[in-house]
């Protein structure tokens, strides 16, 4: 009765009792409906509740990262995916996974009753794949218990999960003794492929290593005693559970718990164990007594504030060490479920382990890091994605701290620096449609706009401050900011004659302090202003699909044109500015040109510099490299470095489809989103004088996706980060850098606050 204890005691009990639920009422929590399922499904994400550690698996070593899973809280709870980041000592909560229409749907054939929970989850690596058992039940006692198979496809931490499709072990009778509960796969040095599983009594059956399900008969997975294909090896009159299986120094080495779980700070559970020279025993305690026959010796209890200790999961270290992983009911928090950590060594033959919380212990060796993560980690590795709700056409923002900030179709995204969430704010339709949102200098607050309006958000929270309705028509440019922080400045426009629009408001307030209406003939297509950036003297510079580059002065509530330089051809893109104060455009006149344009005067500074390709068109920004090179993509998919005089550098790089913009490292290296090779990906580009040389290209991150509307931005750290763009998945990636931050040569320093100058002193560090 032990899987009852587990799900009503710790589930319901613990988490609903202090809360004073009635006990009929906990009863009825426990019945939610499920939906029907679908068999291998892909797993989707869902964002756990803040967790405790309940029923760990063991951990395992996957791309850098220590991944685990455990029994996950409440009905439609699934199996719940924890990882630790590389060199961190904090788990984090990931995801839960068999849930809702993810769940198998052999799961609700065969247990109709069963609420969507699953327990005590293992994991093993087999052949380079990871493989996940799992258990369930229908509540009533252990009344039809099932063990269920997956194995992940993909890269940690965030692996797709499938389902076998069917079980790998079904019980349908009532007696406790023959429930399939708590399953340990387990890999002998000759390859075969075995499964340790069961409650009351405990039972070991090989598995075939390429299907993962019963070697023998894999399609009868209906267990009964006396089945020649199960071998009993433990058994204890009260009860007897949570089994795991270890080789070490030719024993093999059983453990499993005895007492009571589930009870918070009245369990006594405890560890026990046995060895045998043979993989299906007999195991054998210290006192020579089979564990079938009731036998184990004491390996772990209670002690302190580590109360029933429990789960046993070892994890071979690359440096020799063994890390033994259970969980506890920590007695210095009420009881609540905890992961438990400490080296376990064999001493005379017999494992020993203390109690202890030391996740240090899995980055303490120099040798271990090189082996783990230096290894698996390297520049052009996927670190982590995150979703967002749709269509993402702008470029993530990111703080000092290395928080990212990304807009989707309806809603802005934050999640931390390693992948954890930290809000979701609803803000309302085409949020991320060129919108990209912008940090203030003090980067407290988020500000960017959508269909008509403009909003701003807390950074550290996501919470609305304000958000302005008052506009007719599409917002469609990045916001720039006042070097105090009180102005924002963006363009709107929807494809009409009489003008677009560029509005100065109050950040305080969202006020509107003065509005500047195109009034220039339209060159190019009647469209949206592209976008602004700010001076170092503090006047303003917009561009414009109409085909016009002006220059403004903020005079507080009102504003002064100062010139408009006519491009004679569509910009998309706000112009880039150099140290000496020239300015940079590109656009689609003639087959595609670069403009460079004196802030002063608003006259050309050198001629156009013609980008001659059968389909050249320069929208992307144009980025000055940290030696005054000018780069741009053009739509032929071409990457070109001009000299600050005009003459071409080189142009030999041409990808799959037309780029991003390219930004620039503070080592100099050029980093811009692409497609290479039939898959969307990042590239970090080396400037060698007559030609840019290629270093390294990232995993895929898509098929395909619109990278010229959807740029790469660099954190601090060197992290780098991209959007997935129009098609799906929707994701928010980030990307393995060098730990070089971006250069205050590139444009659009988003992770500083505000869109400035693009290369002068006065920029914002």
Same mark, same amino acid.
């Given at each position: 009765?032990?899987?009852?204890?587990?799900?009503?005691?710790?589930?319901?009990?613990?988490?609903?009792?202090?809360?004073?639920?009635?006990?009929?009422?906990?009863?009825?929590?426990?019945?939610?409906?499920?939906?029907?399922?679908?068999?291998?499904?892909?797993?989707?994400?869902?964002?756990?509740?803040?967790?405790?550690?309940?029923?760990?698996?063991?951990?395992?070593?996957?791309?850098?990262?220590?991944?685990?899973?455990?029994?996950?809280?409440?009905?439609?709870?699934?199996?719940?995916?924890?990882?630790?980041?590389?060199?961190?000592?904090?788990?984090?909560?990931?995801?839960?996974?068999?849930?809702?229409?993810?769940?198998?749907?052999?799961?609700?054939?065969?247990?109709?009753?069963?609420?969507?929970?699953?327990?005590?989850?293992?994991?093993?690596?087999?052949?380079?794949?990871?493989?996940?058992?799992?258990?369930?039940?229908?509540?009533?006692?252990?009344?039809?218990?099932?063990?269920?198979?997956?194995?992940?496809?993909?890269?940690?931490?965030?692996m797709e999960w499938f389902d076998?499709?069917?079980?790998?072990?079904?019980?349908?009778?009532?007696?406790?003794?023959?429930?399939? +509960?708590?399953?340990?796969? %387990?890999? /002998?040095?000759?390859? =075969?492929?075995?499964?340790?599983? !069961?409650?009351?009594? &405990?039972? @070991?059956?090989?598995?075939?290593?390429?299907?993962?399900?019963?070697?023998?008969?894999?399609?009868?997975?209906?267990?009964?005693?006396?089945?020649?294909?199960?071998?009993?090896?433990?058994?204890?009159?009260?009860?007897?559970?949570?089994?795991?299986?270890?080789?070490?120094?030719?024993?093999?080495?059983?453990?499993?718990?005895?007492?009571?779980?589930?009870?918070?700070?009245?369990?006594?559970?405890?560890?026990?164990?046995?060895?045998?020279?043979?993989?299906?025993?007999?195991?054998?305690?210290?006192?020579?007594?089979?564990?079938?026959?009731?036998?184990?010796?004491?390996?772990?209890?209670?002690?302190?504030?580590?109360?029933?200790?429990?789960?046993?999961?070892?994890?071979?270290?690359?440096?020799?060490?063994? +890390?033994?992983?259970?969980? %506890?009911? /920590?007695?210095?928090? =009420?009881?609540?479920?905890?992961? !438990?950590?400490?080296? &376990?060594? @064999?001493?005379?033959?017999?494992?020993?382990?203390?109690?202890?919380?030391?996740?240090?212990?899995?980055?303490?060796?120099?040798?271990?890091?090189?082996?783990?993560?230096?290894?698996?980690?390297?520049?052009?590795?996927?670190?982590?994605?995150r979703p967002v709700d749709d269509?993402?056409?702008?470029?993530?923002?990111?703080?000092?701290?290395?928080?990212?900030?990304?807009?989707?179709?309806?809603?802005?995204?934050?999640?931390?620096?390693?992948?954890?969430?930290?809000?979701?704010?609803?803000?309302?339709?085409?949020?991320?449609?060129?919108?990209?949102?912008?940090?203030?200098?003090?980067?407290?607050?988020?500000?960017?706009?959508?269909?008509?309006?403009?909003?701003?958000?807390?950074?550290?929270?996501?919470?609305? +401050?304000?958000?302005?309705?008052?506009? /007719?028509?599409?917002?469609?440019?990045?916001?720039?900011?006042?070097?105090?922080?009180?102005?924002?400045?963006?363009?709107?426009?929807?494809?009409?004659?009489?003008?677009?629009?560029?509005?100065?408001?109050?950040?305080?307030?969202?006020?509107?302090?003065?509005?500047?209406?195109?009034?220039?003939?339209?060159?190019?297509?009647?469209?949206?202003?592209?976008?602004?950036?700010?001076?170092?003297?503090?006047?303003?510079?917009?561009?414009?699909?109409?085909?016009?580059?002006?220059?403004?002065?903020?005079?507080?509530?009102?504003?002064?044109?100062?010139?408009?330089?006519?491009?004679?051809?569509?910009?998309?893109?706000?112009?880039?500015?150099?140290?000496?104060?020239?300015?940079?455009?590109?656009?689609?006149?003639?087959?595609?040109?670069?403009?460079?344009?004196?802030?002063?005067?608003?006259?050309?500074?050198?001629?156009?510099?013609?980008?001659?390709?059968?389909?050249?068109?320069?929208?992307?920004?144009?980025?000055?490299?940290?030696?005054?090179?000018?780069?741009?993509?053009?739509?032929?998919?071409?990457?070109?470095?001009?000299?600050?005089?005009?003459?071409?550098?080189w142009n030999n790089l041409q990808?799959?489809?037309?780029?991003?913009?390219?930004?620039?490292?503070?080592?100099?290296?050029?980093?811009?989103?692409?497609?290479?090779?039939?898959?969307?990906?990042?590239?970090?580009?080396?400037?060698?004088?007559?030609?840019?040389?290629?270093?390294?290209?990232?995993?895929?991150?898509?098929?395909?996706?619109?990278?010229?509307?959807?740029?790469?931005?660099?954190?601090?750290?060197?992290?780098?980060?991209?959007?997935?763009?129009?098609?799906?998945?929707?994701?928010?990636?980030?990307?393995?850098?060098?730990?070089?931050?971006?250069?205050?040569?590139?444009?659009?320093?988003?992770?500083?606050?505000?869109?400035?100058?693009?290369?002068?002193?006065?920029?914002?560090?």
């Open positions: 009765m032990q899987k009852r204890n587990i799900i009503y005691s710790l589930l319901v009990l613990f988490f609903l009792a202090c809360s004073g639920i009635a006990a009929e009422e906990q009863e009825k929590a426990l019945q939610a409906q499920s939906v029907e399922q679908k068999q291998n499904s892909r797993v989707r994400r869902r964002r756990p509740k803040p967790a405790v550690v309940h029923d760990p698996s063991r951990i395992v070593a996957r791309d850098g990262y220590f991944m685990f899973y455990v029994t996950a809280r409440g009905p439609n709870a699934g199996v719940e995916e924890r990882y630790f980041a590389p060199g961190s000592t904090q788990w984090v909560h990931n995801r839960h996974l068999f849930t809702g229409e993810d769940r198998p749907g052999w799961i609700k054939e065969l247990l109709p009753d069963n609420d969507g929970s699953c327990w005590a989850p293992d994991i093993i690596e087999v052949d380079g794949e990871l493989l996940m058992y799992y258990s369930m039940s229908e509540f009533e006692g252990i009344r039809n218990t099932a063990v269920g198979r997956a194995v992940a496809k993909g890269k940690a931490p965030n076998a499709g069917q079980p790998v072990l079904y019980s349908p009778i009532e007696e406790d003794s023959l429930s399939v +509960i708590d399953p340990c796969p %387990f890999q /002998d040095e000759d390859g =075969r492929l075995w499964l340790v599983f !069961g409650g009351r009594r &405990i039972w @070991i059956t090989e598995l075939d290593k390429k299907t993962g399900l019963l070697k023998e008969k894999p399609d009868d997975f209906t267990f009964q005693e006396g089945d020649k294909r199960f071998k009993l090896i433990a058994t204890k009159k009260g009860w007897v559970e949570a089994s795991y299986l270890w080789k070490k120094d030719g024993w093999y080495y059983l453990f499993v718990n005895w007492g009571a779980c589930c009870r918070g700070m009245r369990s006594t559970y405890n560890i026990r164990v046995g060895r045998s020279k043979n993989i299906t025993g007999p195991y054998l305690d210290k006192d020579g007594i089979d564990l079938a026959k009731q036998g184990g010796s004491l390996v772990l209890e209670g002690q302190g504030r580590f109360i029933g200790p429990g789960h046993t999961g070892i994890y071979e270290h690359p440096s020799g060490k063994n +890390i033994f992983t259970y969980h %506890f009911y /920590d007695g210095q928090n =009420r009881g609540s479920p905890q992961l !438990g950590m400490s080296e &376990i060594k @064999i001493v005379d033959g017999w494992p020993v382990v203390n109690h202890g919380m030391n996740y240090g212990l899995m980055w303490e060796s120099p040798a271990a890091k090189s082996k783990v993560t230096e290894k698996s980690i390297s520049e052009g590795d996927i670190l982590w994605h269509s993402v056409e702008s470029t993530p923002a990111v703080d000092n701290q290395g928080n990212v900030y990304v807009s989707g179709s309806s809603s802005v995204f934050s999640y931390t620096t390693n992948g954890t969430h930290r809000w979701t704010t609803k803000v309302g339709h085409q949020a991320g449609e060129f919108n990209a949102p912008s940090l203030s200098p003090d980067q407290k607050v988020v500000y960017g706009g959508g269909a008509n309006f403009v909003y701003a958000l807390e950074a550290s929270t996501g919470k609305t +401050i304000w958000k302005n309705t008052d506009f /007719d028509v599409g917002f469609h440019s990045v916001p720039a900011i006042s070097a105090d922080g009180s102005r924002l400045y963006f363009g709107v426009g929807a494809e009409r004659d009489e003008g677009d629009s560029f509005y100065c408001i109050d950040t305080s307030d969202s006020s509107v302090k003065w509005e500047y209406v195109m009034s220039h003939p339209p060159q190019g297509f009647h469209g949206y202003l592209g976008g602004a950036i700010i001076g170092p003297e503090g006047n303003i510079y917009v561009s414009s699909q109409h085909g016009w580059l002006i220059s403004l002065t903020d005079n507080g509530d009102s504003f002064t044109e100062n010139w408009a330089y006519d491009v004679k051809a569509e910009m998309r893109m706000p112009p880039s500015m150099d140290a000496d104060g020239f300015l940079y455009v590109g656009s689609s006149a003639a087959g595609g040109y670069i403009h460079k344009v004196h802030s002063k005067t608003g006259k050309s500074a050198g001629g156009n510099w013609p980008v001659k390709t059968t389909a050249g068109e320069v929208f992307a920004n144009i980025t000055i490299g940290n030696d005054g090179t000018i780069f741009a993509n053009s739509e032929d998919h071409r990457l070109w470095a001009f000299n600050p005089d005009g003459s071409l550098k990808f799959d489809v037309w780029g991003s913009d390219p930004l620039i490292r503070v080592d100099g290296r050029i980093i811009v989103g692409t497609q290479l090779n039939g898959a969307a990906r990042v590239a970090c580009i080396r400037d060698n004088g007559d030609k840019g040389v290629i270093e390294w290209i990232s995993e895929p991150i898509a098929k395909s996706f619109r990278l010229n509307e959807t740029n790469v931005n660099i954190a601090p750290d060197g992290t780098i980060y991209i959007a997935s763009g129009q098609n799906e998945p929707f994701l928010l990636y980030a990307i393995q850098g060098n730990g070089q931050g971006l250069s205050t040569t590139s444009p659009w320093p988003k992770y500083m606050g505000n869109i400035q100058n693009n290369g002068s002193s006065a920029q914002t560090e």
